[in-house]
């Protein structure tokens, strides 16, 4: 399956740069941990921990009690992942066999990654209105979608972008695959909704 989505999205021939790789992977990693400690911070109400932003109850490093420090802990992971983010852009867009697809997700990904930090500030600060947690964690998705996007097509590099000519990828089952991920979006989307608004319990 990996070579059928490096195929459809543009893998080329040169023997890629590992440096992107582990960066990306990193990148991944931190991503898909920074939306599952989101969820640990709605589930444990600690989204008010840290009442104010940027800092933490006014200071850089918050005092040690339960909810504060879980908030803390999501904050500092997304700066991790901010910085993995931006590491990965440099090095995809120095790599002179860089793939145009990979370029354009990560830098998408760390345009996103800023919006959701704002996010995030805004939703303290609206002391967690329902909309701007949903949006927040449809930006998130969407970090993590464009690096999936950024590590298939610039794993191996290419500077030309071919579609895939088999039958694995072919147009009809790339527009299942979209309507499946679209599909599965608007599920985790909609479930932030209905626990916003209160009708989750």
């Known amino acids: ?10 893998g080329g021939d040169n023997g890629g740069n590992t440096a992107f790789r582990i960066v990306i992977v990193a990148a991944i990693i931190a991503a898909v941990g920074q ?8 589930v444990t109400d600690s989204g008010l921990g840290c009442p104010d ?14 909810h504060t420090l ?22 995809v867009w120095r790599d002179p ?6 370029v354009g997700a990560t830098t998408g990904a760390l345009i996103l990654v800023g919006v959701a930090a ?25 970090v993590v979608a464009s690096l999936v996007i950024a590590a298939v097509a610039g ?4 500077p030309v972008l071919e579609p895939a000519r088999d039958d694995i990828f072919s147009l009809r089952m790339r527009w299942l695959t979209g309507l499946a991920l679209g599909g599965t979006l608007l599920l985790i989307l909609s479930g932030s909704y209905m626990v916003g608004r209160g009708f989750g319990s």
């Open 1 to 10: 399956m990996l070579a059928a989505l490096k195929r459809a999205f543009g």
């Open 35 to 42: 939306v599952a400690l989101g969820g640990v911070v709605r």
């Open 53 to 66: 932003w940027p800092l933490c109850h006014g200071r850089l490093i918050p005092p040690f009690e339960l």
């Open 70 to 91: 879980i908030e803390y802990s999501h904050r500092l992971s997304a700066s991790t992942l901010g910085f993995l983010v931006l590491a990965a852009t440099i090095i």
């Open 97 to 102: 066999w860089r793939s145009t697809l990979a």
């Open 118 to 142: 704002v996010l995030g500030g805004i939703t303290v600060l609206t002391e967690l209105a329902w909309w701007v947690v949903l949006f927040h964690l449809g930006i998130a998705e969407g």
């Open 155 to 158: 794993w191996r590099g290419g």
